[in-house]
Structures are given as structure tokens and as C-alpha cells.
């Protein structure tokens, strides 16, 4: 009880510290594109889904058309991705090891800076996160019927719309019921189906959207990832990929939480709680790694994999 109160006496602290800050800087490039985004409102956008656009709608129909009013929601998601991670961690090991994932968190660049600018990162990685939470209400009421099936699929399609990133999380989830032996019954009962059957019609916005435009996310996407061309192998862009890590992960929190998570990694096959949470890190981070060969993805486009392996490297 005394973690809990700890936690979030931490989480309000830093919460109102950076609401405090929200109107000291000037709005970043991405910050007025996505304002403007908003002035009218679409079930898609030339790079990304509708998510973010009504997410600043919603703050500055409140707070009016300003940094703070821009800005309002990056803190409070923040906050809500900080308490799901450490509710998670309780349930999952204890309230310990959920803490400093907690702590670890919110001591990186990477996720402070989404905490005070609106982008698509800080919807991305809340929703990212709730799901998982709800995913693992599944695996604990296994083989029984739950509705938090349903729900991750919602929360798995709010937030493609809001990074289509997300996607991953379906394929995560796929590779867990298929690695843990006790969880393969999943795919004979409909809960998976309803879950896939929900995300699916999330996703009709954008696609009908992009078919509308022909298909230019498609186009932008494989142009950001360096695929519009042929392909190459190139080694030094890899090594450029890891390297860009370093600074917006932290240093010493980057490295660390990658020896832990390679130093578990056995332990993690005949662990169902580890393997979970591996999972739910490395396609994300498999996929850009790879791609990185022929041209350096940026470090926040794997950003989604740093909650569970922050988790997985503090479990004991």
C-alpha cells in the first residue's frame, strides 16, 4: 500500500509540474500541423489516422486555440500510461517491480518530452499500454469468456487511429496465444474473433479514407521507411539505428534495460508472464531493427516496445 500511495503521489507531482510547463515553449512543428489538422476534422490524414486531430479538437474547445490548450492531454496521458504500466507490473510480479518500471518511464527523454507535447506518441503509447493491461485480464481469466476481449480490440483500434503503428499489438497478441501452450485454445473460441472483429472496424475510417485518395498513406509510408526504391543492406545504418537510441532512451537506462532484457531471455521461454511481456517489445522493435538495414528508422517509431521491456527487465 505505501508503493501504491508512492506511485501515485510521483504521478500527480510530475503531472502538475508538467502542466505548468505546457505554455512556456512555442508549439513544435508537428504540434501546429496536427493543430491545423484539427481545424477540420477528417477520418484520415495524408501520414496518419484521425486520433490526434480530435484528441487537440476536444482541449482547445475547452482551453481555447493555445499552447496550453494544444497541449492540455499529453500530461494526463502521460499520467494514465505511467499508472496502467504500474497496475500492470502489481498484477503481473509485484508492487515493487512495477514501481521502477514506473520510475524508469518517466526517466527517459523519450517518454518526458511526449508527457509535454501533443503528437501522435503519447495517444500511441496509452492506448498501446491499455491494451495490454486489458489483454492481460484475458490471460488471467483464460480459458473462460472475458469481455476484456472486446475491449482490446477497441483499445488496439483507437490507437491505430491515432499511430497505425499500433497494428503490431495484433500481431503480438497472436504470437503469445500461439507460444503459450495453455493459451492456444484462444483461437477456438470467439472472444479472439469479437477482439479482431472490433479492430477491424476501427480501421474502416482510414481505409475508406486512403481509398477515397489513393492510397497515399501507403505511398508516405513506404517513402519514410525508406522502401519507395529498391532495397539495400546496409550494416552502418543498423548500427545507426542503435546508436540514435542512446540519447532519447537515456544512456545508462537504454543500455541497461537491454542487457536485462537479453540476460532474461531464456528464462523468459518458460516463463508465461515474461514471454508475455517480450512479445509485446519485439515485433515492433524487430520490424524497425530490420528495416533500419536498409536505412536508419528513427528511435521513436519503436517507442511502443519500451513499456514491456522496461517491465521485463525489472521483473525478478
Not at 484539427?38 to 496518419?48: M, V
Request: hydrophobic share 55%; glycine share 6%; with cysteine.
Amino acid at each position: 500500500m505505501k508503493i501504491e500511495r508512492a506511485v501515485w503521489f510521483f504521478i500527480i507531482a510530475i503531472t502538475i509540474l508538467r502542466l505548468a510547463l505546457l505554455g512556456t515553449t512555442d508549439l513544435e512543428f508537428d504540434e501546429a500541423h496536427y493543430w491545423m489538422w484539427s481545424q477540420r476534422l477528417e477520418p484520415a490524414y495524408f501520414s496518419k489516422g484521425p486520433g490526434v486531430a480530435f484528441a487537440i479538437r476536444a482541449s482547445t474547445m475547452i482551453f481555447g486555440d493555445n499552447e496550453f490548450g494544444v497541449r492540455f492531454f499529453s500530461p494526463l496521458l502521460g499520467a494514465g500510461t505511467s499508472l496502467l504500466l504500474f497496475y500492470l507490473g502489481r498484477r503481473m510480479f509485484n508492487a515493487r517491480t512495477a514501481f521502477w518500471a514506473v520510475i524508469g518511464l518517466n526517466a527517459t527523454p523519450i517518454f518526458n518530452i511526449g508527457s509535454f507535447v501533443m503528437t501522435i506518441d503519447p495517444l500511441s503509447i496509452f492506448f498501446w499500454v491499455a491494451a495490454m493491461f486489458s489483454f492481460w485480464r484475458v490471460v488471467e481469466t483464460s480459458p473462460k469468456f472475458s469481455w476484456s476481449w472486446p475491449l482490446t480490440g477497441a483499445l488496439i483500434g483507437l490507437g491505430f487511429l491515432c499511430k497505425y503503428t499500433n497494428v503490431f499489438e495484433l500481431l503480438s497478441i497472436i504470437l503469445i496465444l500461439a507460444l503459450i501452450p495453455k493459451l492456444r485454445v484462444e483461437f477456438r473460441r470467439p472472444g479472439f474473433y469479437l477482439m479482431a472483429l472490433i479492430f477491424a472496424a476501427c480501421c474502416v475510417p482510414p481505409v475508406r479514407w486512403n481509398q477515397q485518395h489513393a492510397w497515399v498513406t501507403i505511398g508516405h509510408l513506404k517513402s519514410r521507411g525508406g522502401v519507395a526504391q529498391s532495397l539495400g543492406f546496409h550494416p552502418l545504418e543498423f548500427l545507426k539505428f542503435i546508436g540514435e537510441h542512446f540519447l532519447p532512451y537515456s544512456p545508462l537506462l537504454f543500455l541497461g534495460v537491454a542487457i536485462a532484457v537479453i540476460a532474461v531471455w531464456k528464462r523468459a521461454q518458460q516463463q508465461p508472464r515474461r514471454l508475455l511481456l517480450m512479445w509485446f517489445g519485439l515485433p515492433v522493435f524487430a520490424f524497425y531493427a530490420l528495416l533500419s538495414f536498409n536505412k536508419a528508422a528513427a528511435p521513436i517509431w519503436d517507442v511502443l516496445a519500451l513499456p514491456s521491456f522496461d517491465e521485463h527487465a525489472r521483473a525478478r
